[in-house]
């Protein structure tokens, strides 16, 4: 398990108020991977916290590669939304959003609205296309974040920066990685497994299997 310690900075700077705002750290080791973490945070000068720890380094969310049958550029929003989650996560679900509707679009759901594009998903009558339920259920709440802070949403642009939280721009992360599994990976094992398949058949003189 990783070892974690804490400590406090010297005084950094002043609020509005001249206050006295100091920054503590915390590092976090881990003796397998030799990796290090660091996260700070503000507090006031009775020590109280002023905002959520933030993670310094390394920069980026911590997830998995994206996997290779992603398009490049596909791939680079995601990428961008890991990166800035621990700066801000406004920004990083703004380009999940961002990322969703460029999957939507490359796979023929297309609509300048995000909502409508998840609309035109979520009507798919082909059952190679269709979303799965657990999917159905998750991908309609990424146009809806924003919503839990009562203010009211014009989603007419994909890139618009609305609140979140930290955990539902997270959310957001794993909502693309799901999508990404249904649009590309998951489609491209089946198509893999199906060509070895045929191949055997061929080699042994049968006809391919039906399908597309």
């Known amino acids: 398990m990783p070892r974690?310690?804490?400590g406090n900075t010297k005084l950094i700077t002043k609020d509005s108020n001249d206050n006295n705002i100091y920054w503590s750290y915390r590092t976090a080791f881990c003796p397998e991977c030799r990796n290090i973490e660091i996260d700070i945070v503000r507090r006031d000068g009775n020590g109280h916290r002023l905002d959520?720890?933030?993670q310094v380094?390394?920069?980026g969310a911590s997830r998995g590669p994206v996997p290779s049958e992603v398009p490049q550029n596909i791939?680079?929003?995601?990428?961008?939304?890991c990166n800035?989650?621990?700066?801000?996560a406004k920004a990083s679900a703004a380009l999940s959003r961002r990322c969703l509707q460029n999957m939507l679009h490359a796979a023929g759901y297309k609509s300048k609205d995000l909502a409508k594009a998840i609309d035109l998903l979520l009507e798919e009558k082909r059952t190679d296309k269709a979303l799965p339920h657990r999917l159905r259920v998750t991908v309609d709440a990424i146009r809806n974040f924003g919503n839990f802070s009562a203010h009211p949403i014009d989603d007419k642009t994909t890139l618009q920066v609305i609140d979140v939280e930290?955990?539902?721009a997270d959310w957001c992360l794993e909502i693309i990685e799901d999508m990404f599994e249904h649009f590309y990976v998951g489609p491209e094992a089946a198509r893999v497994k199906k060509a070895a398949l045929d191949a055997k058949l061929v080699a042994g003189g049968k006809p391919a299997s039906k399908g597309a």
């Open 57 to 59: 380094y390394p920069i």
């Open 52 to 54: 959520d720890w933030r």
């Open 4 to 6: 974690e310690m804490f």
């Open 84 to 88: 800035v989650l621990p700066i801000s």
């Open 75 to 81: 791939a680079q929003d995601y990428i961008e939304a």
């Open 166 to 168: 930290p955990e539902e």
